[in-house]
Antibody, heavy 119, light 110 residues
Framework: EVQLLESGGGLVQPGGSLRLSCAAS????????MSWVRQAPGKGLEWVST????????YYADSVKGRFTIFRDNSKNTLFLQMNSLRVEDTAVYFC????????????WGQGTLVTVSS | QSALTQPASVSGSPGQSITISCTGT?????????VSWYQQHPGKAPKLIIY???NRPSGVSNRFSGSKSGNTASLTISGLQAEDEADYYC??????????FGGGTKLTVL
């Protein structure tokens, strides 16, 4: 059974940094692209970033480009999102997702971790 | 990276069928067959119900079906049940090698 467990969320001041982690199990982690998707309180889903299985290719939404970095440790089956220069509008639940090979659809989701950016 | 356009809300009675539209552009929905649909109940993580326009993941009811015509994708739910009441989101791959979601549609089962 695929399991994705996010951690690292919390309260941070504007301009601050936070690192999210996603521990994966139940599948061959290095074979799958992984993504982060976020959801602001009471709002819709927003794609944030994707990383290939090898980690060699990364993609970002314009809203986070230059501030967020996605990376992975395939030896530890863990996905990360380093978030710098955080803004109030980055406040959201951040979901870790696994993609279907050759499709990119997000077929497995974690329970999410809440990031609150506020002074 | 403009969001795909979905109706804010739809409703239907038990047993009826409803369709939710998802309109994009020739840079996403219109050019790629990588359209997916997600169901989200309050306080829960989204669940994939349709991928690659019309494919259902294992375990998803065949009451859910997807299609696409031009720049618009559609999700149809037949034989509405109370448990289908949820928010529904479409998503598409884009020419910029990114993903874009729709704004979401709240389905109410009357």
């Amino acid at each position: 059974e695929v399991q994705l467990l996010e951690s690292g969320g919390g309260l941070v001041q504007p301009g601050g940094s936070l690192r999210l982690s996603c521990a994966a199990s139940g599948f061959t982690f290095s074979s799958y692209a992984m993504s982060w998707v976020r959801q602001a309180p009471g709002k819709g889903l927003e794609w944030v970033s994707t990383i290939s299985g090898s980690g060699g290719s990364t993609y970002y939404a314009d809203s986070v480009k230059g501030r967020f970095t996605i990376f992975r440790d395939n030896s530890k089956n863990t996905l990360f999102l380093q978030m710098n220069s955080l803004r109030v509008e980055d406040t959201a639940v951040y979901f870790c997702t696994k993609e279907i090979v050759g499709s990119g659809a997000f077929d497995s989701w974690g329970q999410g971790t809440l990031v609150t950016v506020s002074s | 990276q403009s969001a795909l356009t979905q109706p804010a809300s739809v409703s239907g009675s038990p047993g009826q069928s409803i369709t939710i539209s998802c309109t994009g552009t020739s840079s996403d929905v219109g050019v790629y067959n990588y359209v997916s649909w997600y169901q989200q109940h309050p306080g829960k993580a989204p669940k994939l119900i349709i991928y690659d326009v019309s494919n259902r993941p294992s375990g998803v009811s065949n009451r859910f079906s997807g299609s696409k015509s031009g720049n618009t994708a559609s999700l149809t739910i037949s034989g509405l049940q109370a448990e289908d009441e949820a928010d529904y989101y479409c998503s598409s791959y884009t020419h910029s090698s990114t993903w874009v979601f729709g704004g979401g549609t709240k389905l109410t089962v009357l």
